[in-house]
């Protein structure tokens, strides 16, 4: 390759790069659609599948075939909800945040984003959410965190992945960096972590639709930055029910260019 | 493969290709940034048990802000500290981005990318030499990447900072098997848009 053609490529791809971000970071600012209300997205009676509490310090296995969703309440305003999960099928594909939030130009997810795998596909779709702050960089609690926080180990988020995982002939080995559901964490300008207690409401809940036959744990444990001592963590409440097929303008799928493409290369596992 | 001195080691990394060593405890590895602008992906693994490996959140969570610097303990998995950065003269480094995929490359820049060298092929090579598998594969290390997070949670891989022969320092507290992928990512400014070689040194460290 000549070198005026290697720099042409570069070029070209600078200038998709600037256009790839201009517009996944715009879809920030004007796309993205306004959290569901406290009230809002009833579940109709005969959708629903399952339905059970999780008391503070324990954890869920669900297991969601694709197009069913899978609501998680924070009953009491107190508690944050760690999440992992594994495609049904191969395990070895799983959540990565880490393409989730480099994906969509954010590490901020609210209703209209997505979960990706590490294989280029959606594992669930954020078709309702109240709440719109959750984390992906800081992770769950763990014994030395509890340890730190409270002055004893407490039940903690790694320890309940352990035991989760161990139950469907997983190990730590299977483990990925999890999302955290209602933990309003945010950064300083030189990178701290700051948490917003405003941003946690008794009754807000998401509604996570499985874009793939999935094995999902949820941990309901304190975050590791939850300045509340005692832990406030009260009981989530866990419906898994029958969501209604995506439309052709559904939310997620056509969010944003990666998005869609992330949606075609899925649904090649169903084609 | 290049002896420089009594016990010392060191090795230049072609483009694109991958590298692992075992460092022992008290080790220092040096990576330098040879040409400028080069990312440099890297995991760690406890060497006596590799289901003991470096955490990314576990990392940002004991250290409680969003980038690696100078000073920061490499956590692993089970709460230990696998190694610190004892020396950095680039500033700052990513750990929450993750590796470059075939995969995530095809949703990112269009499925045409799908079909070019990435980190992750790159790590499962490297990692298939010590019996480990993508299932063993976690949020990296991104030495020399620049990805600034805001407050409203904005993330963008902007251009590296680095400038030709920037180097961090990593220094082992425990024996670890270091992976490094020497990024080939093309479609974001990580390498400037041209992937170069990196040089590794490893020393003992007095004092340790």
């Not at chain 1, 069913?68 to 049904?88: H, K, M, N, P, Q």
């Not at chain 2, 990394?13 to 440099?40: C, F, M, N, Y």
């Not at chain 2, 980190?119 to 990447?145: A, P, Y």
């Not at chain 2, 180097?167 to 990512?185: G, K, R």
Request: include cysteine.
């Amino acid at each position: 390759m000549t070198a005026q053609t290697k720099q042409e490529i570069a070029e070209a791809n600078r200038r998709r790069y600037e256009e790839l971000r201009a517009a996944g970071q715009e879809l920030a600012l004007k796309g993205l659609p306004e959290p569901t209300a406290l009230d809002g997205a009833p579940i109709a009676a005969d959708a629903v599948i399952h339905r059970e509490q999780v008391p503070g310090g324990w954890y869920a296995t669900l297991r969601l075939r694709r197009g069913e969703a899978l609501r998680i309440v924070d009953d009491s305003g107190g508690s944050s909800v760690s999440l992992i999960g594994w495609r049904e099928e191969d395990t070895s594909e799983r959540v990565n945040c880490a393409d989730t939030v480099k994906v969509q130009w954010s590490a901020a997810i609210s209703k209209g984003r997505v979960i990706l795998s590490d294989m280029g596909r959606v594992l669930l779709s954020l078709v309702e959410d109240t709440s719109g702050a959750h984390d992906l960089l800081v992770g769950g609690s763990t014994p030395a965190s509890t340890l730190a926080a409270f002055g004893a180990t407490t039940r903690n988020t790694q320890q309940n992945f352990l035991a989760a995982a161990a139950k469907i002939g997983l190990d730590v080995r299977d483990i990925p960096p999890c999302v955290t559901l209602f933990a309003p964490v945010s950064l300083d300008d030189a990178g701290r972590f700051l948490w917003n207690p405003d941003r946690k409401r008794p009754g807000d809940f998401v509604d996570l639709r499985a874009e793939m036959n999935l094995i999902i744990v949820a941990s309901n444990c304190a975050h590791p930055l939850d300045p509340a001592r005692p832990a406030a963590t009260g009981p989530v409440t866990l419906i898994k029910h029958r969501a209604p097929p995506p439309g052709d303008d559904d939310l997620c799928r056509t969010a944003s260019p990666e998005a869609a493409r992330a949606f075609a290369f899925t649904d090649r596992l169903y084609a | 493969m290049t002896s420089i001195s009594d016990g010392a080691y060191a090795c230049d990394i072609p483009a694109e290709r991958p590298w692992s060593h075992v460092l022992r405890k008290g080790q220092t590895l040096r990576i330098i940034d040879s040409e400028g602008q080069q990312a440099v992906d890297a995991l760690l693994y406890c060497a006596d048990d590799p289901a003991e490996r470096y955490s990314s959140q576990d990392t940002l969570r004991v250290q409680g802000s969003a980038y690696i610097e100078l000073g920061t303990r490499l956590i692993s998995n089970k709460g230990r500290v696998m190694a610190r950065i004892t020396a950095d003269s680039c500033g700052r480094h990513d750990t929450s981005a993750g590796c470059c995929s075939c995969e995530s490359n095809a949703v990112r820049f269009g499925e045409a990318t799908k079909y070019q060298h990435a980190c992750r092929e790159n790590f499962i090579l490297e990692l298939s030499k010590h019996g480990l598998t993508k299932r063993d594969i976690v949020s990296n290390l991104n030495f020399f990447m620049n990805v600034p997070i805001d407050a409203s949670g904005k993330f963008t891989v902007v251009d590296g900072i680095s400038a030709p022969g920037n180097y961090v320092e990593v220094t082992a507290e425990m024996d670890v098997l270091f992976v490094i992928s020497n990024c080939p990512q093309v479609n974001n400014p990580c390498n400037g848009f041209n992937p170069t070689p990196i040089r590794v040194e490893i020393r003992d460290t007095p004092g340790l």
